[in-house]
Structures are given as C-alpha cells and as structure tokens.
C-alpha cells in the first residue's frame, strides 16, 4: 500500500508540461475577454425603421387585416389574430396553418402553409 500512494503523490507533484507549438496560456480574464462577443448597441429607444414603415396592404390581403397602411409587425399579428379566431392552426401540427377561402387568395391558392413561408407570403402583397 505504501507504493501506491507514493505513487500518486509523485503524479500530484509533477508539473504540467508545455504543449509543443503552443503559446503560454493567458490568464483566464484576459483569454475570456478576448473570446467574447462585442456589446450590441444601447436601445435608444427607437423601433427599427425598416419594421416600423407603414406599408400598402393589397385588397386580397386587406380582407383578413383591414384596409389602411400598417407596419409589417403590425399585419403578421392581425394575419395571426384572423387565424386564431377562425381556429385555422392544424390540430395535429400546429405550425401548419389551413387555409379558409379568403386566405387562400394571400396564401396563392394552396390548401395549407407552414408559419414559417408566412411572411414570404406576406411579401408579395404589401408595397
């Protein structure tokens, strides 16, 4: 028993050895520091411009979200406020939507879209 311990404890005693190739490592801080990402920017507050426009909604697109310009926040949650009253989500995959009659002139003629082609759809209808 007397050798396995001395055994360990000659191990312990070892100290590391340098990787050939490799640089010293740095203190963690500074290895950590250099690692991270760059802060995103403050919120000034402002919403984005691009999101917030007011955009032209075509007539087959105004029957489901109303007439007038809207931002296209704005229209993808009145797109999502018609489906959920009309309960349009596929029971057994909800991230199908069906299509009714008046959705299905915005969703150009298919039955069925996925949530996620939704605002590609969106797109050709709003200048």
């Known amino acids: 028993m007397a050798k396995a311990a001395s055994k360990t404890t000659k191990k312990a005693t070892k100290a590391p050895t340098k990787e050939a190739g490799k640089p010293a490592s740095k203190t963690p801080a500074k290895a950590a520091s250099k690692t991270a990402k760059p ?3 403050k919120a000034s507050g402002k919403a984005n411009a691009g999101f917030m426009a007011p955009l032209n909604v075509s ?30 989500q596929d029971k057994n995959n909800r991230r199908m939507i069906n299509a ?8 150009d003629g298919k ?12 797109n050709k209808h709003v200048k």
């Open 111 to 122: 039955d069925q879209v996925s949530m996620f082609d939704l605002a590609k759809l969106v």
């Open 100 to 107: 009714d009659e008046t959705l299905k002139v915005v969703f």
């Open 59 to 88: 007539p087959e697109l105004a029957k489901v979200v109303g007439k007038g310009p809207y931002p296209r926040t704005e229209i993808t949650k009145k797109i999502w406020d018609y489906i959920k009253s009309k309960d349009l």
């Open 39 to 41: 802060a995103a920017k």
